[in-house]
């Protein structure tokens, strides 16, 4: 599984962290990082927050 994020939509506010907090983080500047390859574990998470990007900026692959 890869998540990706278009960081060109992306506005950081931060529904995904909620979701998927091992996938997502805001960083010290409240900017979104994300982990590319989780887990596959993690994949409902990772669905979940892709679901509740009010941009819908996340895609999940594979």
Known sequence: MKV???MNK???HGQCVFAA???FQ???QAHLTYVSDPD???R???EDAAD???LQAIRIEG
């Open 21 to 23: 907090p091992d996938i």
């Open 4 to 6: 990706v994020v278009d």
């Open 26 to 28: 805001l960083d010290a």
């Open 10 to 12: 992306c506005k950081d």
């Open 44 to 46: 409902a998470d990772a």
């Open 52 to 54: 509740v990007c009010p």
């Open 40 to 42: 596959e574990s993690l």
